[in-house]
T-cell receptor, first 115, second 111 residues
Framework: DADVTQTPRNRITKTGKRIMLECSQTKGHDRMYWYRQDPGLGLRLIYYSFDVKDINKGEISDGYSVSRQAQAKFSLSLESAIPNQTALYFC??????????????FGPGTRLTVL | SQQGEEDPQALSIQEGENATMNCSYKTSINNLQWYRQNSGRGLVHLILIRSNEREKHSGRLRVTLDTSKKSSSLLITASRAADTASYFCATDRTSGSRLTFGEGTQLTVNP
């Protein structure tokens, strides 16, 4: 089984709808991240969480919210989807306690289209 | 804004040739990482180089870091068609907190 899973993998929705993207991990990591990727561009950080009680905004958090339901679960919500939120969304995890240098492990992505 | 800028944006080579990609960044860093992304898929970590390191090797990968010039390069030797992917550099300013990604280099290796 994959270490970082995302559901759904593809979603088409309409403007104004509320959408939730879910992420689960089995790596035992404390830190989880949500990114979006637009065509031909790198990843931009939306939100990140260093533990269940810690949520931080990234560089493009407007229009998004998150919930860290458990160490292993981190969900991203679009309260009222708009077309320019059409993108590829990635969840990532990193960080074991006491580890100084942390690579990130990515999920397979969710392709979201807002009509 | 993106911390890293990568050069070139696209690179096309023949199998067996070496591929070099460059990354420049703006602020001081704790470490720099390189990731690979196959089309539409999640990123995969390739290599991490710490700010006090100048060169690092992993298989056919060689990464250099010049903190005085705020730049890094990724060299893939003896490239294969399977190396075709996008390659991203990512900077970590404070040791495992958050990464800032460049816009990537699209590498195509022709058989």
């Amino acid at each position: 089984d994959a270490d970082v899973t995302q559901t759904p993998r593809n979603r088409i929705t309409k403007t104004g709808k509320r959408i939730m993207l879910e992420c689960s991990q089995t790596k035992g990591h404390d830190r989880m991240y949500w990114y979006r990727q637009d065509p031909g561009l790198g990843l931009r950080l939306i939100y990140y969480s260093f533990d269940v009680k810690d949520i931080n905004k990234g560089e493009i958090s407007d229009g998004y919210s998150v919930s860290r339901q458990a160490q292993a679960k981190f969900s991203l919500s679009l309260e009222s989807a708009i077309p320019n939120q059409t993108a590829l969304y990635f969840c990532a995890t990193s960080g074991l306690a006491g580890q100084a240098y942390n690579e990130q492990f990515f999920g397979p992505g969710t392709r979201l289209t807002v009509l | 804004s993106q911390q890293g800028e990568e050069d070139p944006q696209a690179l096309s080579i023949q199998e067996g040739e070496n591929a070099t990609m460059n990354c420049s960044y703006k602020t001081s860093i704790n470490n720099l990482q390189w990731y690979r992304q196959n089309s539409g898929r999640g990123l995969v970590h390739l290599i991490l180089i710490r700010s006090n390191e100048r060169e690092k090797h992993s298989g056919r990968l060689r990464v250099t870091l010049d903190t005085s010039k705020k730049s890094s390069s990724l060299l893939i030797t003896a490239s294969r068609a399977a190396d075709t992917a996008s390659y991203f550099c990512a900077t970590d300013r404070t040791s495992g907190s958050r990464l800032t990604f460049g816009e990537g280099t699209q590498l195509t290796v022709n058989p």
